[in-house]
């Protein structure tokens, strides 16, 4: 009785360290809430950074499925998230990325959306997409891709992660004139800034440090 209290968390005495239970909860509607938010950004043809913002070009440039996009992108990057992040790390951040590409292709099937604007898609996308990551990191996981290689490279080089997550973020914009407008540009700059906001603004370590 007492390892399945402590499985699930509901009298787990330490205020450190996420049950098993805690860990799925927290993956999962990590996951759902990032897709929703891709979902929403892709209504209005919009972008985002990383990955993401690398598997949307294949997908409006060439049309390539974008969850199937967003998980192979991201499939280089887990040998480094191995050796720099280590086993747990890297595990729980290859299920975030696997649950939230399955769920980026059924989000069409169980939601329609007829008309968004693509300065509210912006927003609203952006601000899910933060809630969706601020869950992921609190639970030792990530959406993967350029973070991952940004924390490699800081620590090899001394390169900071934040510029290299700042550098393939602009080139994925810069790229992105090419297959869409200059006004969805200016919108997914918008939902970008919006993400990177909220992520910064409520990921600190020194007010959540549990593992």
Not at 37 to 48: D, V
Not at 149 to 176: H, K, N, S, T, W
Request: glycine letters at 10%; one cysteine or more.
């Amino acid at each position: 009785m007492m390892g399945l209290k402590s499985a699930l968390g509901v009298w787990n005495t330490s205020a450190t360290r996420h049950s098993f239970v805690e860990d799925v909860q927290g993956i999962l509607s990590g996951s759902i809430i990032s897709s929703l938010g891709l979902f929403i950004l892709s209504a209005a043809g919009l972008l985002t950074g990383s990955t993401a913002g690398i598997a949307f070009l294949l997908h409006y440039a060439i049309g390539v499925n974008f969850g199937l996009a967003f998980f192979l992108v991201n499939v280089p990057f887990f040998y480094l998230s191995w050796k720099q992040l280590g086993r747990a790390f890297t595990i729980k951040t290859f299920i975030a990325i696997a649950l939230t590409s399955l769920m980026a292709n059924l989000q069409p099937r169980l939601l329609e959306i007829a008309r968004i604007e693509p300065v509210w898609s912006a927003i609203l996308g952006g601000s899910l997409l933060g809630y969706g990551l601020l869950a992921l990191y609190r639970h030792r996981a990530s959406l993967g891709g350029v973070g991952i290689l940004g924390i490699y490279l800081q620590g090899r080089f001394g390169i900071r992660a934040g510029l290299v997550q700042l550098v393939v973020d602009m080139f994925v914009l810069v790229i992105a004139v090419a297959v869409t407008t200059r006004y969805v540009v200016l919108c997914s700059i918008l939902g970008a800034v919006v993400l990177n906001l909220f992520v910064a603004i409520n990921h600190r370590s020194d007010r959540y440090i549990a593992l």
